[in-house]
């Protein structure tokens, strides 16, 4: 089996939530959401390199939340970078075997499934760069240049996640080009020097955490009879 290594992004400010302490922070059924991210990762699998990506003005903040909430899932620190895909970068640097799959997750999603995360990491190991989509439910409304707006046809989209994996060889040579700003995810990063991305069933439930309804949203997630994050 080849070694499995997560990239856990954890950049963000908050500022959609409207107060001081960013998303990631935030406690979710009496624990940090970051916390809860990175222990769904853990149950998966013991054996996976958790790399955590943190603004160098939060890394004392959270090693003190490790010592409040007696946090032991073993994870190194890479420093944030200005923009997303430098975080990522920064990242991959501790990532010292090519013949491995890596995998990059956002911090504020911690109902990722492991049956998404198992398949995603089987199509990487093929060889492929794997994202995890769902279907599209609402109808969709293009707007226009000119204001006026037209349906489209929402079989034709899917709304994407993460973690978003890859081989490790071919992620450090896409993150070896320079920056552009139409990156919006690994996944775009990969596909301009050429490669295809293979689509994986996602799961409903791997929401992100960005607003104050997401969090009421995740709160009633961890209360569910069944838990989405196993």
């Known amino acids: 089996m080849m070694k499995q290594h997560v990239i856990i992004v954890a950049g963000g400010k908050g500022l959609r939530m409207g107060g ?7 406690p979710l059924a009496g624990k940090p959401v970051l916390m809860r991210t990175m222990e769904n990762f853990f149950s998966f699998s013991q054996k996976i390199n958790i790399i955590l990506v943190l603004p160098q003005a939060h ?35 501790l990532v010292d075997d090519e013949d491995a799959v890596v995998a990059v997750h956002d911090g504020v ?9 198992s398949r995603c990491f089987d199509m990487a190991a093929a060889g492929k760069a794997v994202v995890p989509v769902t279907g599209v439910i609402e109808t969709l409304r293009l707007v226009e240049h000119n204001g006026m707006s037209v349906t489209v046809p929402r079989d034709s ?26 990156f919006t995810d690994d996944a775009s990063v990969v596909e301009a020097m050429g490669q295809s991305i293979e689509l994986a069933e996602g799961n409903r439930e791997n929401i992100k955490i960005t607003t104050p309804f997401d969090m009421v949203v995740a709160e009633a997630l961890w209360k569910c009879p069944y838990h989405p994050a196993i």
Not at 109 to 117: A, E, G, K, L, T
């Open 20 to 26: 001081d302490l960013p998303k990631q922070f935030l």
């Open 59 to 93: 890394q004392e903040y959270w090693h003190n939340l490790c010592e409040e909430y007696s946090f032991v899932v073993p994870h190194r620190i890479a420093d944030g970078g200005e923009t997303r895909f430098h975080s990522v970068r920064n990242g991959l640097a």
């Open 109 to 117: 999603r911690p109902f990722v499934s492991h049956d998404v995360i």
């Open 157 to 182: 989209y899917r709304l994407v996640q993460t973690p978003q994996v890859f081989p490790a060889q071919m992620l450090k040579e896409a993150y070896s080009a320079g920056y552009r700003e139409e």
